[in-house]
T-cell receptor
Framework: AQSVAQPEDQVNVAEGNPLTVKCTYSVSGNPYLFWYVQYPNRGLQFLLKYITGDNLVKGSYGFEAEFNKSQTSFHLKKPSALVSDSALYFC?????????????FGRGTSLIVHP | ETGVTQTPRHLVMGMTNKKSLKCEQHLGHNAMYWYKQSAKKPLELMFVYSLEERVENNSVPSRFSPECPNSSHLFLHLHTLQPEDSALYLC?????????????????FGPGTRLTVT
C-alpha cells in the first residue's frame, strides 16, 4: 500500500527566507514522488518529480526537493521565498513496481509568505 | 494554461436538476481523471479512464455518472445531488496507460468547476 503524509497544515515564512514544506511517504517498492501547487480558484499545477537518479530534483519557479530514502522523505524547498509563492502545496506518491498506477495525494500544506 | 480545460467554471444547481461537467485535454494523453476537492478534506479520486475505458470507480454514489467518448473528452453527469456534493471538481490527464502497468508521468489538471448544490 502507498501513503503520503504532510505533517504541517500551514507553514509561515517571511519573504526572502528559505522555505521547507515537508512530505513523508510509505511504499512497498520504490517511490515515484511528485509535488504540485494550487493557487486560489485554480487546479493543481505540477512542480517537480523524483523517479530515479539524483536525490536533489529541481523544478519550476526555483523550487527543489530532496529525496531521502532512509528517512522516507521528499521535502520541498526554496532558498528565498516570494509572496507569490503563497499557495497550497500537495505531495503525491506512486509505489513502483506493482503498486497503484494512480498517485496518492497528501492533505496539502498551505504556505503563507509574509512581506 | 495546462492544456486541460473544464466547463463550466461555476455551476449552481438545485437538488432535482441534471447537469454535466465537461473536460477536454489537448495534450494527447491516454488517461483522464475526475477528482473532488472539498474544503478541509483531502483530494478524493472519483473515476479514472485509460484509453477510454473506466479503470477505477472509487465507490462514488450513482448520482455521479462519468462518460469518456474519446481520449480527449471526459464528462461528469450529475443528477439529484445533495448539498454535501458542493465542491471543486477537478479533471486531470496524464500520459500513463494504467491498464498496461505503472507509469512515471505527472498529471495535468484543469482549473476546476466550482459546484454549489442548493
Amino acid at each position: 500500500a502507498q501513503s503520503v503524509a504532510q505533517p504541517e497544515d500551514q507553514v509561515n515564512v517571511a519573504e526572502g527566507n528559505p522555505l521547507t514544506v515537508k512530505c513523508t511517504y510509505s511504499v512497498s517498492g520504490n517511490p515515484y514522488l511528485f509535488w504540485y501547487v494550487q493557487y486560489p480558484n485554480r487546479g493543481l499545477q505540477f512542480l517537480l518529480k523524483y523517479i530515479t537518479g539524483d536525490n536533489l530534483v529541481k523544478g519550476s519557479y526555483g523550487f527543489e526537493a530532496e529525496f531521502n530514502k532512509s528517512q522516507t522523505s521528499f521535502h520541498l524547498k526554496k532558498p528565498s521565498a516570494l509572496v507569490s509563492d503563497s499557495a497550497l502545496y500537495f505531495c503525491a506518491v506512486r509505489d513502483e513496481p506493482g503498486g497503484s498506477y494512480i498517485p496518492t495525494f497528501g492533505r496539502g500544506t498551505s504556505l503563507i509568505v509574509h512581506p | 494554461e495546462t492544456g486541460v480545460t473544464q466547463t463550466p467554471r461555476h455551476l449552481v444547481m438545485g437538488m432535482t436538476n441534471k447537469k454535466s461537467l465537461k473536460c477536454e485535454q489537448h495534450l494527447g494523453h491516454n488517461a483522464m481523471y475526475w477528482y473532488k476537492q472539498s474544503a478541509k478534506k483531502p483530494l478524493e479520486l472519483m473515476f479514472v479512464y485509460s484509453l477510454e475505458e473506466r479503470v477505477e470507480n472509487n465507490s462514488v454514489p450513482s448520482r455521479f455518472s462519468p462518460e469518456c467518448p474519446n481520449s480527449s473528452h471526459l464528462f461528469l453527469h450529475l443528477h439529484t445531488l445533495q448539498p454535501e456534493d458542493s465542491a471543486l471538481y477537478l479533471c486531470a490527464s496524464s500520459q500513463d496507460v494504467p491498464v498496461l502497468g505503472t507509469g512515471s508521468y505527472e498529471q495535468y489538471f484543469g482549473p476546476g468547476t466550482r459546484l454549489t448544490v442548493t
